[in-house]
């Protein structure tokens, strides 16, 4: 099944330890996405790709960056995590980014900061 | 900016119809949608409706939209254990070509 894979599930780093988290999808879409969800809070968009075109939310701290070495593939760097960056972390991809497009999550990435 | 809000949790007897209720804030989101997460998974589209709509339907499932009072309802008919999930309403702000969600509702279906 056409898919998006995100790795590892659960993650724990060091405060301060850099960390990468993992995106992968077989649907060929051209646009991917990260997102953070903190506990009972909405989803938030910290960035996306279309293509090879970096597009950031204007209030994503420095501390988080992003590739896309292929179509398939896209990491989140995060440099020097914080204790507040403790979060689930949500990959998605769409074909597009009209509101017709859907986006197609993966399972996610729980962060733990110790 | 866009803000999405809805009501934390929501406890409904199985067999029974659940209304899970949301409101934004940006007049001008063409689309409006609503996600399932379950246990362990990511979101699951389920459902969404073009702002020129009043209703859509489909299958257990019915979408109102009040666009005068911004606001937007799921009905989920004969309520099963299945259902049990968090509910993501989210709308599409055009301007910035992105989905703004609210924190989801908490769905618990008893028997």
């Known amino acids: 099944d056409a898919m998006v894979i995100q790795n590892p599930r659960y993650q724990v780093t060091q405060f301060g330890k850099p960390v990468t988290l993992s995106c992968s999808q077989t649907l060929n879409h051209n646009v991917m996405y990260w997102y953070q969800q903190k506990s009972s809070q909405a989803p938030k968009l910290l960035f996306h790709y279309y293509d090879k075109d970096f597009n950031n939310e204007a209030d994503t701290p420095d501390n988080f960056q992003s590739r896309r070495p292929n179509t398939s593939f896209c990491f989140l760097d995060i440099r020097s995590p914080g204790l507040g960056d403790a979060a689930m972390y949500l990959c998605?991809?769409?074909?597009?980014?009209?509101?017709?497009?859907?986006?197609?999550f993966g399972p996610g990435t729980r962060l733990t900061v110790l | 900016g866009e803000d999405v809000e809805q009501s934390l949790f929501l406890s409904v007897r199985e067999g029974d119809s659940s209304v899970i209720n949301c409101t934004y804030t940006?007049?001008?989101?063409?689309?409006l949608y609503w996600y399932k997460q379950e246990p362990g998974a990511g979101l699951q589209l389920l459902t969404y409706?073009?702002?020129?709509?009043d209703m859509k339907q489909d299958q257990r499932l019915t979408v109102l939209l009040n666009k005068k009072d911004k606001h937007l309802s799921l009905r989920i008919a004969d309520t099963q254990t299945g259902d049990s999930a968090i509910y993501f309403c989210?709308?599409?702000?055009?301007?910035?070509?992105?989905?703004?969600f609210g924190a989801g509702t908490r769905l618990a279906v008893h028997p």
């Open positions: 940006d007049s001008s989101s063409t689309y």
């Open positions: 989210a709308g599409f702000q055009g301007g910035y070509n992105k989905l703004i």
């Open positions: 409706i073009f702002s020129n709509m």
């Open positions: 998605a991809t769409s074909s597009g980014t009209s509101g017709r497009d859907e986006q197609f």
